[in-house]
T-cell receptor
Framework: GESVGLHLPTLSVQEGDNSIINCAYSNSASDYFIWYKQESGKGPQFIIDIRSNMDKRQGQRVTVLLNKTVKHLSLQIAATQPGDSAVYFCAENRVNYGQNFVFGPGTRLSVLP | KAGVTQTPRYLIKTRGQQVTLSCSPISGHRSVSWYQQTPGQGLQFLFEYFSETQRNKGNFPGRFSGRQFSNSRSEMNVSTLELGDSALYLC????????????????FGQGTRLTVV
């Protein structure tokens, strides 16, 4: 499959443990954020989103936290599974500006058996 | 429903040539965005088309252009190819209604891998 990134930061976790992936975003005017997962050979896949008027949002096994003061996002994955191994990207946008996402550099998550 | 379809999946071109990539969005989606993905620069926004009009544009040279047809299908063109244009080009479709954050969720295709030699 295609190489997503040769020099990405990597997070290795044991299967069943919780994972926390961090992201610093760049624009204080951004008001909408998405986490994407990209597996080898595939396009990014939506995981969860959050608006700037929230500081936490939960999905199935995933939680996104937003700290606007320090422009920081995190993605928490509970009970990490082998199928979670992928590259994770945060992306920021401004709601009234159409589709114009700025993506973070990505983090490679490796789940150890 | 069918997802985002990009053609071709793989392409090899020679420096100086031009190339056209195609994207068919999800039915009902009027926004199509294009992104370039490279190991060095990551995912970078090229441009967005909405209802046949370019609505947003990233910081790429004029050699990169696009268009959208009345059926929302989009094409991206790169002229005078350079070695550095080798990348995975991703297309994303969404409803992208301004002021409606949930509609910004972008559905990506599998991409076109362009290699310039």
């Amino acid at each position: 499959g295609e190489s997503v990134g040769l020099h990405l930061p990597t997070l290795s976790v044991q299967e069943g443990d919780n994972s926390i992936i961090n992201c610093a975003y760049s624009n204080s005017a951004s008001d909408y954020f998405i986490w994407y997962k990209q597996e080898s050979g595939k396009g990014p896949q939506f995981i969860i989103d959050i608006r700037s008027n929230m500081d936490k949002r939960q999905g199935q096994r995933v939680t996104v936290l937003l700290n606007k003061t320090v422009k920081h996002l995190s993605l928490q994955i509970a009970a990490t599974q082998p199928g979670d191994s992928a590259v994770y990207f945060c992306a920021e946008n401004r709601v009234n500006y159409g589709q114009n996402f700025v993506f973070g550099p990505g983090t490679r998550l490796s789940v150890l058996p | 429903k069918a997802g985002v379809t990009q053609t071709p999946r793989y392409l090899i071109k020679t420096r100086g040539q031009q190339v056209t990539l195609s994207c068919s969005p999800i039915s009902g989606h009027r926004s199509v965005s294009w992104y370039q993905q490279t190991p060095g620069q990551g995912l970078q926004f090229l441009f967005e088309y909405f209802s046949e009009t370019q609505r947003n544009k990233g910081n790429f040279p004029g050699r990169f252009s696009g268009r959208q047809f009345s059926n929302s299908r989009s094409e991206m063109n790169v002229s005078t190819l350079e070695l550095g244009d080798s990348a995975l080009y991703l297309c994303a479709s969404s409803l992208a209604l301004k002021g409606t954050p949930a509609s910004l969720e972008a559905f990506f295709g599998q991409g076109t891998r362009l290699t310039v030699v």
